[in-house]
């Protein structure tokens, strides 16, 4: 049986975080998390932006972030750290 911390946080940071941009927190993902994800070294980024269809990923690259891909609408996603898997990016959009 796999064993849980028993704290309520994790101190190893993911490889990957995706953020889903709103009105409310579109501000906080945008400017406050990037720089805290850069700290921890979070290697990949993606925003995705329900209201313009979108998702911009990133890659942490010596302490800054490098756009490495953006999509919109339908187009098919394959994108680091994930580019062994594909998918519809319409398939996110009601």
Not at 83 to 93: P, Q, V, Y
Request: glycine letters at 2%; proline letters at 10%.
């Amino acid at each position: 049986m796999p064993r849980y911390p028993e704290t309520a946080y994790f101190t190893l940071a993911p490889d990957w975080v995706c953020e889903i941009l709103s009105p409310s927190t579109r501000r906080l993902d945008l400017d406050a998390k990037r720089p805290v994800y850069a700290r921890e070294q979070v290697r990949h980024l993606w925003l995705i932006d329900p209201a313009e269809r979108t998702l911009e990923a990133f890659k942490l690259t010596e302490g800054a972030w490098t756009r490495i891909a953006s999509t919109a609408d339908n187009d098919p996603v394959r994108i680091a750290p994930f580019e062994a898997a594909s998918f519809n990016l319409g398939d996110l959009w009601p």
